[in-house]
């Protein structure tokens, strides 16, 4: 069973900044494939980003060049940058990690992972 903590989020003005962090075992954050995924009012779904165990990264399109996933193993966290927030951003954000020694290939990926933490909101005023 992987435990996974999300903190950050909040309300920011469009144009601003946020960043999400997501604490981890350090056999997860070194071993498991991790990500993003939000969920919109309606709802719907859409995958964030993911990273690797290599460190590779992958991002929708819609927020590719404004956030930025990373994972610290010497802070056993995952986190998530974003930059240039719109209110399109809105949404209910959570961190994801799932074991696949094969890698991943797309931030689709994040939608078919185990374990998952709280949601927390974030919110972008126009």
Do not use: H
Not at 27 to 34: F, G, Q, V
Request: hydrophobic fraction near 35%; charge should be negative.
């Amino acid at each position: 069973q992987v435990q996974l903590r999300e903190s950050g989020g909040g309300s920011v003005q469009a144009g601003g900044s946020l960043e999400l962090s997501c604490e981890a075992s350090e056999y997860a954050i070194r071993m498991y494939a991790m990500g993003w995924l939000r969920v919109f009012p309606g709802p719907r779904r859409e995958p964030v980003a993911t990273i690797d165990t290599d460190g590779n990264t992958y991002y929708a399109d819609s927020v590719k060049g404004r956030f930025t996933i990373s994972r610290d193993k010497a802070e056993n966290a995952l986190y998530l940058q974003m930059k240039d927030l719109r209110p399109e951003d809105t949404a209910m954000y959570s961190c994801a990690a799932d074991y696949r020694p094969a890698g991943i290939a797309s931030p689709e990926e994040v939608e078919n992972f185990a374990y998952w933490s709280q949601e927390t909101q974030v919110t972008v005023s126009p």
